[in-house]
């Protein structure tokens, strides 16, 4: 059981960047691994990034193309995103999740116990 809260959502023109934070409440923050997923109105929810308690990281590289970047500070309770060379195509509800459990599928929003509310971002054209 954690508690997650996003920020760092907001509007930014095409090609800028901004860095996502999602926050835990609790001590056993390190013992969870914690992911990203955006959703779009009318959009299926889709799987962005998540990084493990071992530090190692995973991409939806089809839709990401190297731009996102995962990252956590364990002594922070805190994960970001980082996302550089956004498109228009990248807004949407941005939400962190976490799991304590050992992450056999790591991109089905149904293996993550915990939700944040979300943070939108929206980058015009």
């Known amino acids: 059981q954690v508690q997650l809260v996003e920020s760092g959502g907001g509007l930014v023109q095409a090609g800028g960047s901004l860095r996502l934070s999602c926050a835990a409440s609790?001590?056993?923050?390190?013992?969870?691994?914690i992911a990203w997923f955006r959703q779009a109105p009318g959009k299926e929810r889709e799987f962005v990034a998540v990084?493990?308690?071992?530090?190692?990281?995973?991409y939806n590289t089809g839709s990401v193309k190297g731009r996102f970047t995962i990252s956590r500070d364990n002594a922070k309770n805190t994960v970001y995103l980082q996302m550089n060379s956004l498109k228009p195509e990248d807004t949407a509800v941005y939400s962190c999740?976490?799991?304590?459990?050992?992450?056999?599928?790591?991109?089905?929003?149904?293996?993550?116990?915990?939700w944040g509310q979300g943070t939108q971002v929206t980058v015009s054209s």
């Open positions: 999740a976490a799991s304590n459990k050992y992450l056999l599928y790591y991109s089905d929003h149904a293996s993550y116990d915990s």
């Open positions: 990084i493990r308690t071992s530090g190692d990281s995973t």
């Open positions: 609790g001590r056993t923050f390190s013992s969870y691994a």
